[in-house]
T-cell receptor, first 110, second 113 residues
Framework: RKEVEQDPGPFNVPEGATVAFNCTYSNSASQSFFWYRQDCRKEPKLLMS???SGNEDGRFTAQLNRASQYISLLIRDSKLSDSATYLCVVNSRAGNMLTFGGGTRLMVKP | NAGVTQTPKFRILKIGQSMTLQCTQDMNHNYMYWYRQDPGMGLKLIYY???????DKGEVPNGYNVSRSTTEDFPLRLELAAPSQTSVYFC????????????FGSGTRLTVV
């Protein structure tokens, strides 16, 4: 089983739609969780950290379910500029590096 | 504050040639990493370092070498380039463990022909 698993998509949604991605992780001892965004042919950039109580940043909401070992990202009122690959990231078993999921591709259409 | 700087941005190598990909960061981060990303694929860890003088192998270290003589610099050396090393290479740094994420450089796009 991979340490971090994501549905690769693509998710094709119209502008204004709400879309949610899930991610599962295998290491129950993981303490740090993040969502990164990667545009085509660019470096990954931190979108938001994920906190135990859940957190929101504008149109983006991240949730953590430790019991089921999954993380979610909700995007409300999708914009064309949200089209990108979203990477779920978890602190590794050793703690000294981050483990990246394969990414979920989102395409927002006019 | 430039963050993580990678040079060159693009390079074409012939099979058997060698080169060094440069990575430097100005955030005084102890942790640094090298990843490669093949087209349409995820990130694969090549090497990492938790501080000056300390390096360790990642998932795909064969064909590469690294050194970490200073906190700022973490160069990646390719010896005897092969077509399988055609990829985009990203360097990243991190302040520490725990709740710290990575800051990535803008990448080096390498083609081996």
């Amino acid at each position: 089983r991979k340490e971090v698993e994501q549905d690769p998509g693509p998710f094709n949604v119209p502008e204004g739609a709400t879309v949610a991605f899930n991610c599962t992780y295998s290491n129950s001892a993981s303490q740090s969780f993040f969502w990164y965004r990667q545009d085509c042919r660019k470096e990954p950039k931190l979108l938001m950290s994920v906190y135990s109580s859940g957190n929101e940043d504008g149109r983006f909401t991240a949730q953590l379910n430790r019991a089921s070992q999954y993380i979610s990202l909700l995007i409300r009122d999708s914009k064309l500029s949200d089209s990108a690959t979203y990477l779920c990231v978890v602190n590794s078993r050793a703690g000294n590096m981050l483990t990246f999921g394969g990414g979920t591709r989102l395409m927002v259409k006019p | 504050n430039a963050g993580v700087t990678q040079t060159p941005k693009f390079r074409i190598l012939k099979i058997g040639q060698s080169m060094t990909l440069q990575c430097t960061q100005d955030m005084n981060h102890n942790y640094m990493y090298w990843y490669r990303q093949d087209p349409g694929m995820g990130l694969k860890l090549i090497y990492y370092s938790v501080g000056a003088g300390i390096t360790d192998k990642g998932e795909v270290p064969n064909g590469y070498n690294v050194s970490r003589s200073t906190t700022e610099d973490f160069p990646l050396r390719l010896e005897l380039a092969a077509p399988s090393q055609t990829s985009v290479y990203f360097c990243a740094s991190r302040q520490g463990q725990g709740g710290y994420g990575y800051t990535f450089g803008s990448g080096t796009r390498l083609t081996v022909v």
